[in-house]
């Protein structure tokens, strides 16, 4: 397969996917463990919340009841973008079976050792975490060398249901919250345009904490309609690093350009402003 040496992501596949190191696969491993990973951002941003951490289990039959709030949520420490949000016990206990046969197969799998093979550092193990509330918008952070550059926004569908929801808008904004008439390769660009929040600075501040010392990494979020943050997760190879990236492949020439230091101007984003 031909990689280009200018398409950010391209990049990142040949070091994180095809040749990855050893140092690359223990951090990423590391930070992308979702039980684990808590206590790195309570280190690093104290004053982020982060949803508590209630159980941990080796199997789903584990799990009692009793011990837990009427609503919450269920995860794995080794798998991406499969989370249950449990309404009520009685949710719980009507999809007993299923929820049992689908998170137990889950602990026995290792998450796309050929898209993300540093998952497979990850010891698997089933949690149960807070319940966050509401609807919230999903804030995914593109950071290059502890910089945010762009910003991926979307409705989270995690607190809606028993069952992720499809994202129903999703949109692209620069760093200063304009929308960008560009979108992610596979996604249906929205016209929606997500009001800027008034911490925005915060936010800024936040992921270039939790971004210091790595070359990229997306920073995902939860914002909720008062403004208040929560961690969500790190992500290092984001769509199995594909490239082009996104609809317009010139973008990832840039984020290349900002990459290796050829660039570092952010105002380059500013002709794609819709």
Known sequence: MLYYNNIMFNVLKQKRIIQPSEDFLQLAGLYSNKVFVKDIVTRKVPELKVAKLIRTYDSFDSINLNELPEQFVIKTSHWCGDVRVIQSKDVFLDNYKKLSSHFNSLLSKVYNPLQEPHYKYIKPI?????????????????????????????????????????????????????????????????????????????????????????????????????????????????????????????????????????????????????
């Open 126 to 274: 089933l949690f149960i975490e807070e319940y966050l509330g509401e609807e919230k918008l999903d804030v995914k952070i593109h950071c290059i060398h502890g910089r945010p550059v762009l910003f991926n926004l979307m409705e989270d569908g995690t607190s809606s249901g028993l069952y992720r929801d499809d994202h129903p808008t999703f949109a692209m904004h620069d760093i200063n919250w304009n929308p960008l008439n560009f979108i992610i390769i596979g996604k249906d660009i929205g016209r929606i345009s997500y009001p800027k929040p008034s911490n925005l600075n915060e936010i800024i501040s936040i992921a270039s904490r939790l971004s210091e010392n790595i070359d990229y990494v997306r920073i995902d979020l939860y914002l909720d309609g008062n403004n208040n943050l929560t961690f969500g997760e790190y992500t290092f190879t984001p769509r199995g690093c594909m490239a082009p990236h996104f609809t317009n492949s010139s973008i990832d020439n840039l984020l290349h350009d900002i990459y290796m230091g050829e660039n570092n101007n952010l105002n380059v984003f500013d002709k794609f402003k819709r």
